[in-house]
């Protein structure tokens, strides 16, 4: 069984940074999609960013393209978001998602994962 477990969120200005932490166990699969997505009140969740273990190659929503940056310590079985240039907007509750590679449609839709963490909110003020 996957788990997955969030660190690292909290309150910070506008253009301020977050990283944020998922470590991840109980690899079953040699390649997964790991992605993080957030969710904001009264709003579905969106896939921000994701990584294919594979090649690592990285995939961005366009709304946090060039500030956002996901990455992998394989180490450390940790995966992170470092954000930077934060807006208001970016304000909500952020999950680490993850599902074996095969079989995986777009990897932005919440539907293709089965593995999720807890949340960890994040909160930007203006």
């Known amino acids: 069984q996957v788990q997955l477990v969030e660190s690292g969120g909290g309150s910070v200005q506008a253009g301020g940074s977050l990283r944020l932490s998922c470590v991840v166990s109980g690899y079953t699969y040699s390649m997964y999609y790991l992605a993080w997505f957030r969710q904001a009140p009264g709003k579905e969740r969106q896939g921000i960013a994701a990584i294919y273990t594979g090649d690592g190659t990285t995939y961005y929503a366009d709304s946090v393209k060039g500030r956002f940056t996901i990455s992998q310590d394989n180490a450390k079985n940790t995966l992170y978001l470092q954000m930077n240039s934060l807006k208001f907007e970016d304000s909500a509750m952020y999950y680490c998602?993850?599902?074996?590679?095969?079989?995986?449609?777009?990897?932005?839709?919440?539907?293709?994962?089965?593995?999720w963490g807890q949340g960890t909110q994040v909160t930007v003020s203006s």
């Open positions: 998602a993850a599902d074996r590679a095969y079989g995986m449609g777009t990897w932005y839709r919440a539907e293709e994962y089965r593995y």
